[in-house]
């Protein structure tokens, strides 16, 4: 079974600090993905990367920023936290092919104070 | 761009009542669509996808089909369990691009 592993299920931090929020996944699958989902909203997409040290914006990236040093593992970066950043974040990895689908980690719900 | 707009919820059901939520898509090409299921505490999962026009996607029991004439893919389920109690996401995702788009989500209770 495809495994994606969040860091923290859940996670408080003060405004202005620096965030990590820490995303594995044991399949090697070449995509991996940050969304943020609120209520009302659905799921985001903030960043993808397709392949290590490459990136792509997706339809919310300000105020993030993404790093993929090794394949199986996507950061999601908060430079300096936000309260409208209180959210619960999901990461998901996918295999190559047009078919193959996302698979998705438990989440980290964070609140920025 | 691609959007996709499904039932607002909450939708409470009773043990073994008929299910249907509704989801239709905007895309400027051939989608595939998905069902997402997200259980309390947990990430989401795939429930069931279609990839061209008349697939019908099934599993546990819940089918959609791909309606390319109404732009649907409505998720359906003859008799539904207190353990489908979840949030269920419509999504689409166009051609070979890696990008889902979702839908805002229902939130389905079952009670016994």
């Known amino acids: 079974d495809v495994k994606v592993t969040q860091s923290s299920r859940y996670l408080v931090k003060r405004t202005g600090e620096k965030v990590f929020l820490e995303c594995v996944q044991d399949?090697?699958?070449?995509?991996m993905f940050w969304y943020r989902q609120d209520p009302g909203l659905g799921l985001r997409l903030i960043y993808f990367s397709y392949d290590v040290k490459m990136k792509e914006k997706g339809d919310i990236p300000e105020g993030y920023s993404v790093s993929r040093e090794k394949k199986e593992r996507f950061s999601l970066i908060l430079e300096s936290a936000s309260t409208n950043q209180t959210s619960m974040y999901l990461c998901a990895s996918k295999g190559g092919g047009t078919y193959n689908e996302q698979f998705f980690g438990p989440g980290t719900r964070l609140t920025v104070l | 761009g691609n959007s996709v707009t499904q039932m607002e919820g909450p939708v409470t059901l009773s043990e073994e009542a008929f299910l249907t939520i509704n989801c239709t898509y905007t895309?400027?090409?051939?989608?595939?669509l998905f069902w997402y299921v997200q259980y309390p505490g947990e990430g989401l999962q795939l429930l069931l996808k279609?990839?061209?026009?008349?697939d019908k996607g099934s599993n546990k029991g819940f089918e959609a089909t791909y309606r390319k004439e109404t732009t649907s893919f409505h998720l359906e389920k003859g008799s539904v369990q207190v353990s489908d109690s979840a949030v269920y996401f419509c999504?689409?995702?166009?051609?070979?691009?890696?990008?889902?788009?979702f839908g805002k989500g229902t939130l389905l209770t079952v009670n016994p």
């Open positions: 399949m090697d699958h070449e995509n």
């Open positions: 999504a689409l995702r166009e051609g070979s691009n890696y990008k889902l788009t």
């Open positions: 279609a990839t061209k026009a008349d």
């Open positions: 895309a400027t090409g051939y989608p595939s």
